[in-house]
Antibody, heavy 125, light 109 residues
């Protein structure tokens, strides 16, 4: 059974830092691309960041670029999100998700096939 | 950036009836469209990918259709556990990023 378990959320002051973790089990973690998605209270879903299976390819949403860093440790079956210079608008539940999909010779097309339960990050003074 | 527009924002339907949810993309996304279900306090769950393929374990009463810019999620006979928020997401324009619709809340009439 695929399981993704996030941790590391909490209350942090504006300008502070937090590191989220996502522990994966039930599948070969090193073979899958992974992503972080967030959801502000009462709002919709916002994609945050992507990392390839090897960790060599990384993308960020413009809203977090330069402040957040995604990484992974395939030996530990773990995904991370280092969040610096946090703002009130970063307050959200953060989900890690596994990517499923396919690639052609020119591009890849991924959807989010399994999600963790989420961890709440609150940025407030 | 591709904008995904879902309609209606809220849909009231009686149990046992059919529900039809719409999603429109601001430009073609081919068939690279997914639907997710989210219940209060829970993570989203993948229902449909490739516009019309049900994910593992998803009941046959859920069906997706469409391509290009117009997509539909149909729930043929609503069960109590189907009342939730539904999001569409395009994954055709990647990179730079994935985009979700704002969701349709399906509520009991």
């Amino acid at each position: 059974e695929v399981q993704l378990v996030e941790s590391g959320g909490g209350l942090v002051q504006p300008g502070g830092s937090l590191r989220l973790s996502c522990a994966a089990s039930g599948f070969t973690f090193s073979s899958y691309e992974m992503t972080w998605v967030r959801q502000a209270p009462g709002k919709g879903l916002e994609w945050v960041s992507y990392i390839s299976s090897s960790g060599h390819t990384i993308y960020y949403a413009d809203s977090v670029k330069g402040r957040f860093t995604i990484s992974r440790d395939n030996a530990k079956n773990s995904l991370y999100l280092q969040m610096n210079s946090l703002r009130a608008e970063d307050t959200a539940v953060y989900y890690c998700a596994r990517l499923g999909g396919y690639c052609t010779s020119t591009s890849c097309y991924y959807y989010f096939d399994y999600w963790g339960q989420g961890t709440l990050v609150t940025v407030s003074s | 950036e591709i904008v995904m527009t879902q309609s209606p924002a809220t849909l009231s339907v009686s149990p046992g009836e059919r529900a039809t949810l719409s999603c429109r993309a601001s430009q073609s996304v081919s068939s690279n469209l997914a639907w997710y279900q989210q219940k209060p306090g829970q993570a989203p769950r993948l229902l449909i990918y490739g516009a019309s393929t049900r994910a593992t374990g998803i009941p046959a009463r859920f069906s997706g259709s469409g391509s290009g810019t117009e997509f539909t999620l149909t729930i043929s006979s609503l069960q109590s556990e189907d009342f939730a928020v539904y999001y569409c997401q395009q994954y055709n324009n990647w990179p730079p990023g994935y985009t979700f619709g704002l969701g349709t809340k399906l509520e009991i009439k």
